[in-house]
């Protein structure tokens, strides 16, 4: 998977949980690509407000590039694709917010990131969480790929 954006110093710890995530979820990453950058508080407001009509920082947003459900496979979008590259979408992680999650739940600002990022990701690829059912699909896989990756929530 190709993850750009400004991850630093946590890119090779969320590359190698997605490499953890393509297996859990028997999907091809090789050929897709993520962007995941930091914004502020202000910037995740905005934007929460803008394309969720929440007007109040949070800490993780995605934005899909495709109308992917999770029982579809990535192999469907292949004319997607640009110079041979699928685009999944967008990521943006609220730092201060993460960090701040990272304190009150007890665990280092690089669990909390990797999480996010995670969250993010299944977003990505179809998942959601509004209702119950699909939350609770969404944990468990998500709970898996953290387990098998070394880290639980």
Known sequence: MIIEGSLFPYKGKITKLFDVAEEVLKEKFS????????IN????KELNKNFRNVDRKT?????????????QKLKVFEKEKCDGV?????????????YAQAKE?????KREVCFLALHGLLHLLGYDHI???????????AN????KFGVQR
């Open 31 to 38: 050929d897709v690509c993520v962007s995941i950058n930091f």
């Open 59 to 71: 800490d993780v947003l995605s934005f899909p590039n495709l109308e992917k459900s999770p029982n």
């Open 41 to 44: 508080e202000e910037e995740i």
């Open 86 to 98: 699928l685009f999944l979408g967008d990521i943006v992680i609220c730092k201060n917010v993460a």
């Open 144 to 147: 898996k790929i953290l387990d």
């Open 105 to 109: 739940y007890g665990h280092s600002k």
């Open 131 to 141: 209702e119950v059912e699909d939350e609770k699909l969404m944990q468990k896989i």
